[in-house]
């Protein structure tokens, strides 16, 4: 009797393992696209920093590391800016939200090329502060001044605000004309303030407040989008609301 029952018992451990296998395979099946283009993505990064670091005559491990550890200096050197960094890229996933969101079947989708172009112009922004494209790379490489660049992001926001001027206007947009005040000042102290100790900390503090008040309002409107839904949010996640 005790050996049935064991034997019982393994037969029906080897069927949920069994099971359990099957629903692997049927997983891989389904996410075979998303698996593909994640595994693309980091061919894409892992070739990109070896060309990068080849191009620039730059260690690879150098390229890995953190910059405090690659020059030696304390941890907390470069930490506001690298809270900047971290905040332009929380902007730039809430606006990619947002399009996701009014992307939904049935839903107002008049508003998916505003949240994309905000997120594609806050990711650019994001990599400009992040790898400092501005002040030393297109200089570098493509022969291009600070003031050149400055001159063409001003072109890329103004045509985003053209656009778009319609839906803005629909928005709390007195919060992003903040934000482009607190980013003038800063542009205006680095351009026109002799560089120093006071100068660089006005000029990123303005910056990182500007940064703040950009979050702040494309926030609220993916907050205002997502709430005037016909459908409840939770089918972003496959469930139908109640």
């Given at each position: 009797m005790a050996e049935t029952v064991r034997h019982s018992e393994h037969s029906a451990s080897i069927e949920v393992l069994l099971g359990e296998w099957h629903s692997l395979g049927r997983q891989l099946v389904g996410v075979r696209t998303p698996l593909l283009a994640?595994?693309?993505?980091?061919?894409?990064?892992?070739?990109?920093?070896?060309?990068?670091?080849?191009?620039?005559?730059?260690?690879?491990?150098?390229?890995?590391?953190?910059?405090?550890?690659?020059?030696?200096?304390?941890?907390?050197?470069?930490?506001?800016?690298?809270?900047?960094?971290?905040?332009?890229?929380?902007?730039?996933?809430?606006?990619?939200?947002?399009?996701?969101?009014?992307?939904?079947?049935?839903?107002?989708?008049?508003?998916?090329?505003?949240?994309?172009?905000?997120?594609?112009?806050?990711?650019?922004?994001?990599?400009?502060?992040?790898?400092?494209?501005?002040?030393?790379?297109?200089?570098?490489?493509?022969?291009?001044?600070?003031?050149?660049?400055?001159?063409?992001?001003?072109?890329?926001?103004?045509?985003?605000?053209?656009?778009?001027?319609?839906?803005?206007?629909?928005?709390?947009?007195i919060v992003l004309i903040i934000a482009f005040l607190l980013f003038s000042v800063s542009v205006a102290a680095d351009q026109f303030l002799e560089f120093s100790d006071i100068e660089t900390f006005v000029e990123d503090m303005f910056k990182l407040t500007g940064i703040i008040f950009w979050i702040l309002y494309f926030g609220r409107t993916v907050l205002q989008q997502a709430t005037a839904l016909d459908k409840p949010v939770s089918l972003v996640i496959g469930r139908e609301g109640p």
């Open positions: 994640a595994l693309f993505c980091c061919a894409l990064l892992v070739g990109g920093s070896m060309t990068a670091g080849r191009v620039a005559g730059i260690d690879l491990s150098d390229l890995t590391r953190d910059r405090a550890a690659v020059v030696g200096t304390r941890v907390l050197a470069g930490a506001v800016s690298q809270f900047g960094v971290m905040l332009w890229a929380s902007g730039a996933a809430l606006c990619f939200l947002g399009a996701s969101l009014v992307s939904l079947p049935g839903h107002n989708r008049a508003w998916r090329g505003f949240f994309l172009s905000a997120g594609l112009l806050t990711t650019l922004l994001c990599f400009d502060d992040q790898y400092m494209f501005h002040e030393s790379l297109f200089p570098r490489f493509l022969h291009v001044e600070e003031s050149g660049t400055y001159v063409a992001y001003i072109i890329l926001t103004l045509w985003f605000l053209y656009y778009h001027r319609k839906k803005i206007l629909a928005t709390e947009y």
